[in-house]
């Protein structure tokens, strides 16, 4: 049997909440701790954001108040993204905000908790918070889905490895 | 006749258009080139910024996309203010974020637009937008007015003396 059989379907839903909010949930193939890592531990995200493309983690302090800026190096350009950390709370919930440089001054507030499905998978829920219906819309459109993907789908691999 | 009596009464007014909302109205006695020098010149803002506190400016950059970050040394302590500019529009309209250290990761945006009154005042509204009520509501009650005329009283003082 595949190793991939074993994997739940590697769909992420997206809903739209309220006005302002963007919900993604996804389940992955691996225990809540391992999950939490991966999205905590700067070797890890290096492996699995970027899509395949390089990341540059230059600041990343996972502790309330923390900065975060990640720099991903990809064929269509230099994309710069960047926030602070509000709450950590290992291994069940993460709050940080979030910001492109294409669009600076333009804040999401992410929160994302970490459900144990108590059988070895773990759901991965991202409320993403904006200040206007249009920068949600804008979001939405912008091809945040696929780039979403290809991500989680990196996700996938490094916490099969592992 | 005293320098005092030619300035207009100096007061703010606070109101709030939305329920996620503050807006700031005041009247400067200076023309609209000196009051947006004295929001968007780091040797300036030094000056009435902190309300008499130092404050230390570690980074000011004024364009789309630039960052900001003030510290101020009170005799209650030091508080750390950041922020990112999203847009300028000398010397019309300013756009930044706006996050003070003892909440990270509560964003606000602030449109800063600088009216020529034509008489050589100035009217500078201040519109602030937060993610929820709640962080709007928590500035509000939390003595935001005191340390803001303060603020603009030490401007008003600049902009008459130089």
Redesign the interface.
């Known amino acids: 049997m595949s190793r991939s059989l074993k994997e739940p379907a590697a769909a992420s839903t997206i809903t739209t909440p309220t006005d302002r909010e963007i919900q993604i949930e996804r389940v992955f193939a691996a225990p809540r701790d391992r999950v939490w890592r991966a999205f905590t531990d700067p070797e890890l995200v290096k492996q699995w954001w970027g899509r395949g493309n390089k990341l540059v983690i230059e600041r990343m302090e996972v502790e ?3 900065h975060w800026r990640y720099v991903e190096h990809g064929p269509d350009g230099v994309h710069g993204f960047e ?5 950590v709370t290992p291994p069940e919930r993460l ?3 979030f ?1 492109w ?1 294409g669009m ?4 999401a ?1 992410e929160t994302v908790t970490f459900e144990d499905l108590c059988d070895g998978t773990t759901r991965v829920v991202t409320q993403s ?1 904006f ?2 219906t249009e920068e949600r819309d804008g979001l939405l459109h912008s091809g945040m889905e696929e780039g979403l993907n290809q991500s989680y789908a990196a996700l996938d691999r490094l916490l099969s490895s592992s």
Do not use: C
């Open positions: 309330p108040g923390g926030g602070r950390y509000r709450e709050v940080h905000t910001e440089d600076p001054g333009y804040v507030v918070l200040h206007t």
